[in-house]
C-alpha cells in the first residue's frame, strides 16, 4: 500500500533560510536600498583595513611625483605635494564616516530627546521650545554651521559640533508631531496612572513608538553630514591639512580643473558615491517604515 | 481669512526676533573683533590703543544691551549701518550683490522644476520598474553630489568641449553684467551656478513629485476615472497632477528661500561676487554689522517664503481653506 507522500510523512524540515537567500530575496524586493547597503559596507571597510588597503602613507609628500597622472603606480594620481590621492581617499572614509555617523547619531538623538519631551510636557515647554525650533530652522543648513564654526574654530572636532547643532531642531520638530499623537494613547495613561515617572515614560514609552521618523531623519543626516563637511572644509572652514578628507582634497580644486583633473575628480566621485550609498539606504529604510510606501 | 493672515504674521515677530538675538549672541561669542583683524591680523604689532580707539568709534565697546538696542532700533527703522570693515553703508553692500544671487535663485528654481516635474511624474506613473528605478538614481545622484563639485566638473567640462571645438578653451566670464545691459553676457556667465545647484535641488522636488503623486494615484476619484475609460496620460496629467501639486509648490517656494542665502559654497567655485561670498566674508572678517544685517535679510526671505506658501497652499486647497 502506498500513502500518497505529505508534508507530515516526509521526516525533511522545510529548507532553512540562509543569510544568501535573505539577502537575495532583500536585493529583489529592493535592489536600489541593498545597492546603498553595499556602498556602506565597503566603505566601512575602506574605513577600518586603511592602513592595508592603502598602498602609500596619506601624510608622506613626495615632491618628485607632484602631480602625476593616473598610472600603474599611482592609481588615481597625485596631488600637489606629491601625495597619492587613492590613498588619501581611502584614509578620507575614516573622516567622511566619523563624521557622518557622530554628527546623525548624536543630532537625532538629541532631536529625539527634545522632540519626544516637547510633544509628552506640552503647555509653555512646548510653546517654548517650539519657539526655539522655528529660530533655528530659519537658518539655511550651511550658514548656521558657517557661524557656529567661526565660533569654535576649525578642527575635525569644532566641524563636528557645527554640524551636529542644526541637526538637533530639524529632528525634533519631525519627531514631535508624530510624538503628539503617540502621546493621546492610553498606554501612556496607563503608564503614568501606576507611577511611573516622566524620563521613563519618555524613554521607555514614547520614545520606540516614534523610530520610524527618527530613523528616516537619521539615516538621510548621515549622507547630509557628510555633504556639510565637504562643504565646510571646501571652504577652508573645516577639516584641515594634512587629515585626509574629501572635502578638503577639492580645496582649490577648480584651479587645477585644466592641468590635473584628477585632483578634483576623484574625492568629488567619493563623497558623490558614499552619500548616493546612504541615501539609497536611507529610502529603503523609510520604504520599509511606511505601510503607505510598501509596494505589493 | 483675514484673521487669520494677520495672526500668522504675527506669529512671524518672536521668530524673526529670536533670529536677531541668536546671531547676535554667536558673533559675539567668536574670539576677536573686527579692529583685532584689522589691525592685529596675520600676527603684526597692534597699537593697544589704536584698537580702543576703533572699538570706541565702532561702537564694539558699549555694554551689550546697549549694542543690542541699536541693532534692534535699525533692524525696525530699516536702517542697517555702516559695514565694520569696509565703512560702505551695508545697504548699499547687500544692494550691488542682491541682483545677482536673485537672478541665480530664480534661474536655478526654474531649472528645478523643468527637471522635477516631469521626471517625478514619470517616475510615480511607472513606479518599480526600469525607468522609475533610473529617474530615482537621477535624482538621489543630484542629492549626493556637492554642488560645488558640480560646478567644478562644468568648468572642467567647458574647458575641454571648447577646447576640442574651438582651439582654445573658454571660461564663463567673472565679471558681472546685468541682464538688460547685456543678456548673452549676463546667461553665459550665470547659467552655470543656476544648473549646478537647478540640479541638486531638482532632486528634492523629483522625489516630493513622485511620492504626491504616487498618493494621488491611488485615490477613489483615480479608479473612477479609470473605470469610465479616459485614457491612462488624461488621467495622469489632468486628474492626478493638480492634486500632486500642493506639496511641490510648498518645497519649490522653500527651496527658493535658501538659494537666496545658501549658495555659498556654489558662488565660490564660480568666483560670483553675490550674498554667499558676502556672508563668508563678513563672518571671517567679525563683521558685526553686516552680518547681522544679511543673515535677517535671509532669515526673513525664508520666514516670509514660508508664510507665502502656507497661503498659497490655502488658497490652492479649499479643503484647507475653509477647515
Same mark, same amino acid.
Given at each position: 500500500?502506498?500513502?500518497?507522500?505529505?508534508?507530515?510523512?516526509?521526516?525533511?524540515?522545510?529548507?532553512?533560510?540562509?543569510?544568501?537567500?535573505?539577502?537575495?530575496?532583500?536585493?529583489?524586493?529592493?535592489?536600489?536600498?541593498?545597492?546603498?547597503?553595499?556602498?556602506?559596507?565597503?566603505?566601512?571597510?575602506?574605513?577600518?583595513?586603511?592602513?592595508?588597503?592603502?598602498?602609500?602613507? #596619506?601624510?608622506?609628500?613626495?615632491?618628485?611625483?607632484?602631480?602625476?597622472?593616473?598610472?600603474?603606480?599611482?592609481?588615481?594620481?597625485?596631488?600637489?605635494?606629491?601625495?597619492?590621492?587613492?590613498?588619501? *581617499?581611502?584614509?578620507?572614509?575614516?573622516?567622511?564616516?566619523?563624521?557622518?555617523?557622530?554628527?546623525?547619531?548624536?543630532?537625532?538623538?538629541?532631536?529625539?530627546?527634545?522632540?519626544?519631551?516637547?510633544?509628552?510636557?506640552?503647555?509653555?515647554?512646548?510653546?517654548?521650545?517650539?519657539?526655539? *525650533?522655528?529660530?533655528?530652522?530659519?537658518?539655511?543648513?550651511?550658514?548656521?554651521?558657517?557661524?557656529?564654526?567661526?565660533?569654535?574654530?576649525?578642527?575635525?572636532?569644532?566641524?563636528?559640533?557645527?554640524?551636529?547643532?542644526?541637526?538637533?531642531?530639524?529632528?525634533?520638530?519631525?519627531?514631535?508631531?508624530?510624538?503628539?499623537?503617540?502621546?493621546?494613547?492610553?498606554?501612556?495613561?496607563?503608564?503614568?496612572?501606576?507611577?511611573?515617572?516622566?524620563?521613563?515614560?519618555?524613554?521607555?514609552? *514614547?520614545?520606540?513608538?516614534?523610530?520610524? #521618523?527618527?530613523?528616516?531623519?537619521?539615516?538621510?543626516?548621515?549622507?547630509?553630514?557628510?555633504?556639510?563637511?565637504?562643504?565646510?572644509?571646501?571652504?577652508?572652514?573645516?577639516?584641515?591639512? #594634512?587629515?585626509?578628507?574629501?572635502?578638503?582634497?577639492?580645496?582649490?580644486?577648480?584651479?587645477?580643473?585644466?592641468?590635473?583633473?584628477?585632483?578634483? *575628480?576623484?574625492?568629488?566621485?567619493?563623497?558623490?558615491?558614499?552619500?548616493?550609498?546612504?541615501?539609497?539606504?536611507?529610502?529603503?529604510?523609510?520604504?520599509?517604515?511606511?505601510?503607505?510606501?510598501?509596494?505589493? | 481669512?483675514?484673521?487669520?493672515?494677520?495672526?500668522?504674521?504675527?506669529?512671524?515677530?518672536?521668530?524673526?526676533?529670536?533670529?536677531?538675538?541668536?546671531?547676535?549672541?554667536?558673533?559675539?561669542?567668536?574670539?576677536?573683533?573686527?579692529?583685532?583683524?584689522?589691525?592685529?591680523?596675520?600676527?603684526?604689532?597692534?597699537?593697544?590703543?589704536?584698537?580702543?580707539?576703533?572699538?570706541?568709534?565702532? =561702537?564694539?565697546?558699549?555694554?551689550?544691551?546697549?549694542?543690542?538696542?541699536?541693532?534692534?532700533? =535699525?533692524?525696525?527703522?530699516?536702517?542697517l549701518g555702516v559695514s565694520m570693515w569696509t565703512n560702505q553703508p551695508v545697504g548699499y553692500e547687500i544692494a550691488i550683490r542682491f541682483e545677482l544671487s536673485l537672478q541665480v535663485a530664480?534661474?536655478?528654481?526654474?531649472?528645478?522644476?523643468?527637471?522635477?516635474?516631469?521626471?517625478?511624474?514619470?517616475?510615480?506613473?511607472?513606479?518599480?520598474?526600469?525607468?522609475?528605478?533610473?529617474?530615482?538614481?537621477?535624482?538621489?545622484?543630484?542629492?549626493?553630489?556637492? $554642488?560645488?563639485?558640480?560646478?567644478?566638473?562644468?568648468?572642467?567640462?567647458?574647458?575641454?568641449?571648447?577646447?576640442?571645438?574651438?582651439?582654445?578653451?573658454?571660461?564663463?566670464?567673472?565679471?558681472?553684467?546685468?541682464?538688460?545691459?547685456?543678456?548673452?553676457?549676463?546667461? $553665459?556667465?550665470?547659467?552655470?551656478?543656476?544648473?549646478?545647484? =537647478?540640479?541638486?535641488?531638482?532632486?528634492?522636488?523629483?522625489?516630493?513629485?513622485?511620492?504626491?503623486?504616487?498618493?494621488?494615484?491611488?485615490?477613489?476619484?483615480?479608479?473612477?476615472?479609470?473605470?469610465?475609460?479616459?485614457?491612462?496620460?488624461?488621467?495622469?496629467?489632468?486628474?492626478?497632477?493638480?492634486?500632486?501639486?500642493?506639496?511641490?509648490?510648498?518645497?519649490?517656494?522653500?527651496?527658493?528661500?535658501?538659494?537666496?542665502? =545658501?549658495?555659498?559654497?556654489?558662488?565660490?567655485?564660480?568666483?560670483?561676487?553675490?550674498?554667499?561670498?558676502?556672508?563668508?566674508?563678513?563672518? $571671517?572678517? $567679525?563683521?558685526?554689522?553686516?552680518?547681522?544685517?544679511?543673515?535677517?535679510?535671509?532669515?526673513?526671505?525664508?520666514?516670509?517664503?514660508?508664510?507665502?506658501?502656507?497661503?498659497?497652499?490655502?488658497?490652492?486647497?479649499?479643503?484647507?481653506?475653509?477647515?
Amino acid at each position: 500500500m502506498t500513502t500518497p507522500e505529505i508534508g507530515i510523512g516526509s521526516n525533511e524540515l522545510p529548507k532553512k533560510n540562509n543569510v544568501w537567500d535573505h539577502f537575495v530575496r532583500m536585493a529583489k524586493r529592493q535592489p536600489l536600498g541593498t545597492a546603498g547597503g553595499l556602498v556602506v559596507l565597503l566603505i566601512a571597510i575602506m574605513a577600518v583595513f586603511a592602513p592595508w588597503l592603502a598602498p602609500y602613507d #596619506p601624510l608622506e609628500a613626495n615632491f618628485i611625483y607632484m602631480l602625476t597622472p593616473p598610472d600603474s603606480q599611482f592609481l588615481m594620481g597625485t596631488d600637489s605635494f606629491g601625495r597619492d590621492l587613492f590613498s588619501r *581617499i581611502i584614509y578620507g572614509a575614516r573622516t567622511a564616516l566619523l563624521i557622518g555617523f557622530t554628527c546623525a547619531i548624536v543630532g537625532s538623538a538629541t532631536g529625539l530627546a527634545l522632540g519626544v519631551a516637547s510633544a509628552y510636557f506640552g503647555g509653555y515647554f512646548d510653546l517654548i521650545m517650539q519657539r526655539v *525650533i522655528d529660530v533655528f530652522m530659519a537658518f539655511p543648513l550651511i550658514i548656521m554651521a558657517l557661524a557656529i564654526v567661526s565660533i569654535f574654530g576649525t578642527g575635525i572636532d569644532k566641524v563636528m559640533i557645527a554640524i551636529t547643532i542644526p541637526f538637533i531642531p530639524r529632528c525634533a520638530r519631525v519627531v514631535r508631531s508624530s510624538a503628539l499623537a503617540v502621546r493621546e494613547m492610553p498606554f501612556v495613561d496607563a503608564a503614568r496612572s501606576i507611577g511611573y515617572g516622566h524620563l521613563r515614560i519618555i524613554f521607555r514609552h *514614547i520614545a520606540p513608538n516614534v523610530m520610524a #521618523p527618527f530613523l528616516i531623519m537619521l539615516t538621510a543626516f548621515m549622507g547630509e553630514a557628510i555633504l556639510l563637511e565637504a562643504s565646510l572644509s571646501y571652504l577652508g572652514l573645516g577639516v584641515q591639512e #594634512p587629515t585626509p578628507a574629501w572635502g578638503l582634497m577639492l580645496q582649490g580644486g577648480e584651479e587645477f580643473a585644466e592641468s590635473a583633473p584628477w585632483v578634483p *575628480i576623484f574625492p568629488g566621485l567619493a563623497i558623490t558615491i558614499a552619500v548616493f550609498g546612504f541615501n539609497l539606504f536611507g529610502d529603503a529604510v523609510r520604504d520599509a517604515l511606511d505601510p503607505r510606501l510598501r509596494s505589493q | 481669512m483675514y484673521s487669520y493672515i494677520v495672526k500668522r504674521l504675527l506669529m512671524l515677530l518672536p521668530t524673526l526676533i529670536g533670529a536677531a538675538i541668536l546671531i547676535f549672541i554667536l558673533l559675539r561669542l567668536v574670539p576677536g573683533d573686527v579692529c583685532d583683524l584689522k589691525f592685529g591680523g596675520e600676527g603684526s604689532y597692534a597699537d593697544p590703543e589704536q584698537i580702543r580707539q576703533c572699538q570706541d568709534r565702532l =561702537g564694539i565697546s558699549n555694554p551689550f544691551y546697549i549694542q543690542f538696542w541699536d541693532y534692534m532700533v =535699525g533692524f525696525f527703522t530699516l536702517d542697517l549701518g555702516v559695514s565694520m570693515w569696509t565703512n560702505q553703508p551695508v545697504g548699499y553692500e547687500i544692494a550691488i550683490r542682491f541682483e545677482l544671487s536673485l537672478q541665480v535663485a530664480i534661474m536655478a528654481t526654474l531649472t528645478s522644476v523643468v527637471i522635477a516635474l516631469p521626471l517625478g511624474v514619470i517616475s510615480a506613473a511607472k513606479q518599480n520598474t526600469m525607468v522609475d528605478y533610473v529617474v530615482r538614481a537621477f535624482s538621489i545622484a543630484g542629492i549626493a553630489m556637492p $554642488s560645488f563639485w558640480l560646478g567644478i566638473l562644468i568648468i572642467l567640462g567647458l574647458l575641454i568641449t571648447t577646447q576640442a571645438w574651438f582651439g582654445r578653451s573658454w571660461m564663463p566670464p567673472i565679471i558681472y553684467t546685468p541682464i538688460w545691459v547685456d543678456p548673452v553676457a549676463n546667461l $553665459s556667465q550665470l547659467i552655470w551656478p543656476a544648473l549646478a545647484t =537647478g540640479y541638486r535641488y531638482s532632486a528634492v522636488a523629483t522625489r516630493m513629485t513622485r511620492s504626491a503623486m504616487l498618493e494621488v494615484l491611488r485615490e477613489d476619484y483615480v479608479r473612477t476615472a479609470r473605470a469610465k475609460g479616459l485614457m491612462e496620460k488624461v488621467i495622469v496629467n489632468k486628474h492626478a497632477l493638480k492634486n500632486a501639486m500642493l506639496p511641490v509648490v510648498t518645497i519649490i517656494g522653500i527651496e527658493f528661500a535658501f538659494l537666496m542665502g =545658501g549658495l555659498v559654497v556654489t558662488e565660490q567655485v564660480f568666483n560670483l561676487n553675490g550674498l554667499g561670498k558676502l556672508f563668508v566674508a563678513a563672518v $571671517s572678517q $567679525s563683521d558685526y554689522t553686516l552680518t547681522q544685517a544679511l543673515v535677517m535679510l535671509v532669515v526673513t526671505i525664508f520666514v516670509l517664503m514660508n508664510f507665502l506658501v502656507d497661503m498659497l497652499y490655502a488658497w490652492l486647497d479649499p479643503r484647507i481653506r475653509y477647515s
